[in-house]
């Protein structure tokens, strides 16, 4: 079974950075579409950002010039760059990938933005 293994998360400030890295555990699945999704207390999950085997992203609109996203097709990893943070970016996020349809996820890091 493959699993994605995410690291990155933290607190920082309002205003500040973190970067997100998700691989997975074995090269043997090549994964469609990557990317990460987040949950906040009470509230549903939610997109943040994906990104094709061919290059192309999708970005929510609610970080779209904050955040990016970027992928190392060869090692199954994909990386969430994440600035000028909000306390409203406080969440897990969870990395995702997709395979032939299936659904791949990591086991989730939080985020934490304070005033």
């Known amino acids: 079974q493959v699993q994605l293994v995410e690291s990155g998360g933290g607190m920082v400030q309002a205003g500040g950075s973190l970067r997100l890295s998700c691989a997975a555990s074995?090269?043997?699945?090549?994964?469609?579409?990557m990317g990460w999704y987040r949950q906040a207390p009470g509230k549903q999950r939610e997109l943040v950002a994906t990104?094709?085997?061919?290059?192309?992203?999708n970005i929510a609109d609610s970080v779209k010039g904050r955040f990016s996203i970027s992928r190392s097709i060869g090692k199954a990893t994909v990386y969430l760059q994440m600035n000028s943070l909000k306390p409203e970016d406080t969440a897990v996020y969870y990395c995702?990938?997709?395979?032939?349809?299936?659904?791949?996820w990591g086991q989730g890091t939080q985020g934490t933005v304070s005033i």
């Open positions: 995702n990938g997709r395979n032939l349809g299936r659904d791949f």
């Open positions: 074995s090269s043997t699945l090549t994964f469609d579409i």
């Open positions: 990104t094709t085997s061919g290059g192309s992203t």
